[in-house]
């Protein structure tokens, strides 16, 4: 019998337009606010560079809609152009909002979705192929952060209302989220523990892994 392909699955890139002063904020006691948006732009890069090279369909959701484009995402804007990524708007209030949005919308067309974040290089190709393993047997996925949060959520399944109630920004994100997931009768598979660049020493440890 011929072998049957994999449910197919969506990646989902969520970042900021790249505009200084409002992005890497927590970088910029130490880089500028200059330093800061070009950490953005590098960060967003290697996330990008890591979900296409899991073979898997991407989409790129920035996160309002800014007419015309800063002058500064044109690097960005390049490298999804060169890719022909679909390019998306988030929707919603909060950070759960969106990314519910997000999971629901890319769901009705897909088996599995994924977010991810453009702050998380730590989210290479494997890790995200592990993930979306993973719910072969639960509805959700979650890639833990060292600092509490999450680095991605993938699903098979959603139900409303479930990132509601999450304090976002603070170390109880992921505890909430699982209480949230659990008492709306979700399974969740946790992934190892991986980190994001939000404090100078995450971009330090950055830059020592990417050799720079």
């Known amino acids: 019998m011929p072998e049957r392909s994999p449910p197919n699955a969506v990646l989902m890139q969520f970042a900021k337009w790249p505009e200084a002063g409002r992005v890497k904020t927590r970088l910029m006691p130490e880089l500028g606010a200059g330093g800061a948006l070009q950490a953005h732009i590098t960060l967003t890069l290697a996330v990008l560079d890591n979900l296409c090279a899991t073979g898997y369909p991407v989409q790129?959701?920035?996160?309002?809609?800014?007419?015309?484009a800063p002058e500064d995402a044109e690097l960005i804007l390049q490298n999804l152009e060169q890719a022909e990524l679909e390019q998306c708007?988030?929707?919603g209030g909060t950070l759960g909002d969106r990314m519910l949005a997000a999971l629901t919308a890319a769901l009705q067309?897909?088996?599995r979705a994924m977010v991810v974040g453009s702050d998380c290089p730590s989210v290479d190709p494997q890790y995200v192929r592990q993930a979306l393993d993973r719910l072969a047997n639960h509805d959700v996925v979650l890639g833990p952060s060292d600092d509490g949060g999450y680095v991605l959520i993938g699903a098979r399944r959603v139900r409303p209302g479930m990132l509601d109630g999450i304090a976002w920004g603070t170390e109880q994100v992921l505890d909430q989220t699982l209480a949230r997931l659990d008492q709306l009768g979700l399974s969740v598979s946790l992934l190892e523990p991986r980190w994001d660049v939000d404090e100078p020493a995450d971009w330090a440890r950055f830059q020592r892994l990417a050799g720079s």
């Open 89 to 91: 708007i988030q929707q």
């Open 109 to 111: 067309n897909h088996d």
């Open 60 to 68: 790129f959701w920035w996160d309002r809609a800014l007419e015309p």
